[in-house]
């Protein structure tokens, strides 16, 4: 089991930018693959954002490619995810989950193989 808890949401206007965190703690960080996902009322949960448990392989959705950033420190258990160039559209519950039936180098966008969440972060960006 793991727990996993978000940080950094708040209210941004356009333009901006957050860096969010998610803090694990439970069992070995290194072992899962991480990912970010968000969901705003009567929607589906979107993909994001994913990293392999190696760190070295990413993958974005394309409404957010090249704007914003996923990472991780194993040493702080941490992974992060940051948000620039902020649109109104973005704003959404941001929840963050880990993978624990993954390859090393597995960065999936499938919320199916994600065992753990988070109870989210609200991110609000204004126009």
């Known amino acids: 089991q793991v727990q996993l808890i978000e940080s950094g949401g708040g209210l941004v206007q356009a333009g901006g930018s957050l860096r969010l965190s998610c803090a694990a703690s439970g069992r070995t960080f290194s072992n899962y693959g991480m990912g970010w996902f968000r969901q705003t009322p009567g929607t589906e949960r979107e993909f994001v954002a994913a990293i392999s448990r190696s760190g070295g392989f990413t993958r974005y959705s394309d409404s957010v490619q090249g704007r914003f950033t996923i990472s991780r420190s194993d040493a702080k258990n941490t992974v992060y995810l940051q948000m620039n160039s902020l649109k109104p559209e973005d704003t959404a519950v941001y929840h963050c989950?880990?993978?624990?039936?993954?390859?090393?180098?597995?960065?999936?966008?499938?919320?199916?193989?994600?065992?753990?969440w988070g109870q989210g972060t609200q991110v609000t960006v204004s126009s």
């Open positions: 989950a880990a993978a624990d039936r993954v390859g090393l180098f597995d960065a999936t966008g499938m919320s199916s193989r994600y065992d753990y």
